[in-house]
């Protein structure tokens, strides 16, 4: 029986199917092969007899891609959401993640949430700096319901992973998109400043037949994997234009006649997304040292 995975907790897989939800194990094969199965995974499935909606997972098939954070399969785009406020964000984690995402060839949403809370000039700052990284830009706030429609529309007839840190509304703005209450939400933590894991585990939520969502725990940090200090300003859209500088390879940070840098001075480019660009690009150089 052929089927998808939406849920994995405790060595138990959740396949959905055509005759129902199954309940299933992997067979050992998969761990021979140092393959695990995932969240978003199309897997064929071998009922047990005499016990009802139990399975074992027993083939899986290609995948259209595979995602380091979080770690999940067969998505059509990202919804990267970050707060305004409460928590502040962190830009450079922004950053790694859109860098991340598109390295692995996956369109980018971006969800600024908590409008309410912020102040009209940081919600217009965010929506200048990032107008041209390639992503498309959203600024919501779940609690009034704002900007959710449009955010609904953007998801329609495709999978789509939710990420970003903890405390942002991820929940809270899933619940929003699908009209009910399943999702716990967390308060803010008064002392650090930052949001509770609500999400403990990826699942694929079903919005209609053809729109789904996956939601994946809340983090604090994000690493980059698989990207070189050399191939990173490939994956600044804004750069794309700006890369005939005098001397090549041109590491866009100290070297004179740089085209990028000349951007920057000029407002072409964000001065917000060069540093950050500038910040990744030593923190990646260094730990290529080491």
């Known amino acids: 029986m052929r089927g998808r995975i939406v849920k994995g907790v405790g060595g138990f897989y959740y396949v959905d199917t055509d005759e129902g939800l199954f309940t299933c194990r992997a067979k050992g094969l998969f761990r021979h ?4 199965p ?4 199309y897997v064929e499935i071998d009922v047990v007899p005499g016990e009802e909606m139990t399975g074992n997972v027993i083939e899986i098939e290609e995948r259209s891609n595979e995602l380091i954070r979080p770690n999940v399969s067969n998505v059509d ?30 369109p980018v949403l971006i969800c600024f949430n908590k409008e309410d809370l912020a102040s009209d000039e940081l919600a217009d700052r965010v929506s200048l700096d990032y107008g041209h990284c390639g992503c498309r830009i959203f600024i ?39 009209g009910c209450d399943d999702q716990e939400t967390g308060e803010i933590s008064e002392k650090l400043a930052r949001g509770k894991h609500t999400t403990r585990h990826s699942e694929i939520i079903k919005i209609t037949d053809d729109t789904y969502i996956v939601d994946t725990p809340g983090f ?71």
């Open 140 to 178: 919501t706030s779940a609690r009034e319901h704002e900007g959710i429609d449009e955010l609904v529309s953007a998801l329609k007839g495709k999978t789509t992973t939710v990420a970003g840190p903890s405390g942002v509304g991820k929940s809270t703005i899933i619940n929003c998109i699908t």
């Open 77 to 106: 785009q990202a919804l990267i959401i970050f707060a305004l406020a409460r928590p502040e964000p962190n830009f450079v984690t922004l950053d790694k993640m859109i860098l991340q995402y598109r390295a692995q060839g996956v």
């Open 220 to 290: 604090g940090s994000f690493e980059l994997f698989d990207i070189r200090p050399e191939q990173l300003s490939d994956h600044y859209e804004e750069f794309s234009e700006h890369l005939a500088c005098r001397f090549s390879p041109c590491s866009h940070t100290h070297e004179p006649d740089c085209t990028v840098k000349a951007a920057v001075e000029a407002g072409v480019i964000s001065g917000l997304r060069y540093d950050n660009y500038v910040y990744i690009y030593n923190e990646l150089t260094r730990s290529r040292r080491y």
């Open 33 to 36: 092969d140092k393959m695990k």
């Open 38 to 41: 995932l969240v978003g995974d």
